[in-house]
């Protein structure tokens, strides 16, 4: 049984009834849903805020967000990651049941909106590529989803100048390291379309594995 003035259980009917119906699925207990688009996914997050573990006594109004942005699955991770877009809305509610209700549908209402519009956004590779345009200021992750996405959309040139890009800065950590390395690896696969092509399909696979998501075909093919 759900404690009093705990919003959870409101935001997860107001997801089945509303997120569930698009084919987005629940994490575990979280409040966290994933809609499944192959080669990336959707990450739909009901972010309490650290208010929420004080005691009730004290509270008056708890403040929540809402998370939603797209997750390339071309970089091998066991998490998934806001690589494009983030924090939707940020609101309060009372500890009242109908605050939360109306609190939860609402939220579960604008995450169904921006899944319809993240996948109006990026139908294909192409589009995803003309999204991802980074400046000289954008962080190496930015600069490896633009090169990878380009890559992919037949953009050979574009791809390598933005692989290029990534290794102008050294490497101070070591998960840059391990990115560099990677991105020198497939870099030198762009020439060959089908040959990069697979080395991205098999990255997408292990990432979706890590991530628990199931086998399925990736739409690489179809891009």
Not at 188 to 205: C, E, G, K, N, Y
Request: glycine letters at 4%; aromatic letters at 10%; charged letters at 20%.
């Amino acid at each position: 049984m759900a404690k009093a003035g705990d919003i959870a259980p409101h935001l997860q009917r107001a997801a089945r009834a509303t997120l569930a119906p698009l084919g987005c699925t629940q994490v575990g207990r979280s409040r966290t849903w994933i809609a499944d688009q192959g080669f990336w996914t959707i990450i739909i997050e009901f972010q309490p805020s650290s208010f929420a573990a004080l005691p009730n006594s004290i509270q008056k109004d708890i403040p929540i967000h809402l998370n939603v942005g797209a997750n390339w699955l071309w970089y091998p991770k066991a998490f998934p990651s806001f690589d494009y877009s983030h924090r939707v809305l940020s609101t309060s509610y009372g500890l009242d049941e109908p605050s939360m209700i109306e609190t939860a549908n609402h939220f579960a209402v604008r995450a169904a909106e921006q899944v319809a519009v993240l996948r109006r956004t990026f139908p294909s590779i192409s589009d995803i590529a003309r999204r991802l345009i980074p400046d000289e200021r954008a962080a190496r992750w930015g600069i490896y989803h633009a090169a990878i996405a380009n890559g992919l959309a037949g953009n050979t040139f574009l791809a390598q100048q933005y692989f290029d890009q990534l290794q102008e800065t050294p490497a101070a950590h070591e998960w840059e390291h391990a990115l560099l390395l990677r991105s020198r690896a497939l870099a030198a696969q762009l020439f060959s379309p089908a040959d990069f092509r697979t080395a991205v399909t098999a990255i997408v696979m292990e990432s979706r594995t890590l991530q628990n998501l199931p086998t399925r075909p990736t739409d690489l093919e179809l891009a």
